[in-house]
C-alpha cells in the first residue's frame, strides 16, 4: 500500500511563489509517474504536472513557464515550484503517482493566493 503526504502549501500574494512537496511510502516498484493536480472551488479537478521516473515532465499550459516539476526518486519525493503565482492558482493541491494500474492520491494542500 501506497501513501502520499503533501507539505507546503500556504497563502501569498499574486507574484509570490510557494514550493509544495510529497512524500511516498510503502510498497512503491518499478517505473511510475508522480505530480500534482488541483481543485478550485466549484470546479473540477484539474492536472497541473507530472514527471515520470526517468524525469520527462508535462505541465498544464496555465502553468507553463510559471510552475517546475521535479522529483528525487531515491527518496520518492514529488516537488512542486510554483513562481509567479495568480490568484486563479488557488485551489487545493493534491499529490498523485500512477505505477501501472494504481493510482494514488495525497490529502491534499491548500494554495491561496490573494489579490
Known amino acids: 500500500q501506497v501513501q502520499l503526504v503533501e507539505s507546503g502549501g500556504g497563502s501569498v500574494q499574486a507574484g509570490g511563489s510557494l514550493r509544495l512537496s510529497c512524500a511516498a511510502s510503502g510498497s512503491i516498484f518499478g517505473i511510475n509517474t508522480m505530480g500534482w493536480h488541483r481543485q478550485a472551488p466549484g470546479r473540477q479537478r484539474e492536472l497541473v504536472a507530472f514527471?515520470?521516473?526517468?524525469?520527462?515532465?508535462n505541465y498544464a499550459d496555465s502553468v507553463k513557464g510559471r510552475f517546475t516539476i521535479s522529483r528525487e526518486n531515491a527518496k520518492n519525493t514529488v516537488s512542486l515550484q510554483m513562481n509567479s503565482l495568480k490568484p486563479e492558482d488557488t485551489a487545493v493541491y493534491y499529490c498523485h503517482l500512477v505505477a501501472g494500474t494504481l493510482v494514488t492520491w495525497g490529502q491534499g494542500t491548500q494554495v491561496t493566493v490573494s489579490s
Open positions: 514527471i515520470s521516473s526517468g524525469g520527462l515532465a
